[in-house]
């Protein structure tokens, strides 16, 4: 499908992406497939009947990333990092799709009818991916100060989603501008907090409306909390893409795998962020389609005890009560002290023509 700008949204993977289209929901494989591709056509299998709207994976190499250096400067020193006391390029090696893999995976979820784009890390694999005519170009957060291969992926003409993560809004706007001026029409931009996992408290979803309207874009989440309820809070705040790291277990283990979700986990995420969408609606003070046959259920005014034709009607012959059949509760003061036109038995609804008009 060709990729189109309408108004403020993006034509994408078949789907319309922004202000009034439920959320476009992204399965991130990245090293969840354990250096087996049989694993990751599984979870793209997976991910599609979970009713994700994308898969995306990362083209790098362990080359392409960093050096194979014990040197301290190359070992993650941070104890809170899943991946402490490990050099980077055992990481990369380890989580890295292989390049010759990315045709089949494509090729499958083509097959299924989902979508299929990745995360390049340098020049070489923007080469590569535009050889399989991907559909989207996704910028991560720790490259999105890289304006160089900003430059050419904005050259590219593809539409980009670019995180934010670690950015300041200096850096941002000099992201921004370099997509744009090199020839990038289409931004979706992610906020993200760049930690595995991140903490709730650190999410600032408050974020994507600012986002939004500042840049003229629409914002969705590449979500790293545990669980769907920081991508449900951003979906109430516009969030109209969600990214969420995928895998089919994580008792499999993997480089990713503690802060990813599970089959049924996915399936719940699509399902909670459509229903969410679907709750913001619009400004209303109306009653609802679904609330036209509640307001039956209001109180109105009924008659308690017999009346008889010209009799005053007092506030002790009346009592509001369920159906609303009878006239409004409020109107009460302008009902006593009237004549009845008619006799009235009790457990009658008082209507406007069983009043003398004075």
Known sequence: MTNTKVLNN???CGRVVGEGHRPFVIAEMSGNHNQSLARALEIVE????AGADAVKLQTYTADTMTINSNKSDFIISDPSSPWFGRSLYGLYEEAYT???????IFSRCKELGIGCFSTPFDGSSVDFLMGLNVP???VASFENTDTELLRKIGQTKKPVIMSTGMASLAELEVAISTLRSSGCSELILLKCTSSYPASPAESNLRTIPHLRQLFSTPVGLSDHTMGVGAAIAAVALGACVIEKHFTLSRADGGVDSAFSLEPVELAGLVVECERAWQALGR???EPTKGEVKSRQLRRSLYVIRDLKKGETVLREHLQALRPSLGIEVANMDLVVGKKATQD???GSPLCWEHLMRI
């Not at 997976?46 to 009947?49: E, G, N, Q, T, Y």
């Not at 292989?98 to 089949?104: K, N, T």
């Open 10 to 12: 993006i034509a994408l």
């Open 98 to 104: 292989p390049w010759e893999w990315h045709e089949p």
């Open 136 to 138: 989207v170009i996704k």
């Open 344 to 346: 009235i038995t009790a």
């Open 283 to 285: 400004v209303s003070y």
């Open 46 to 49: 997976a991910a599609h009947k």
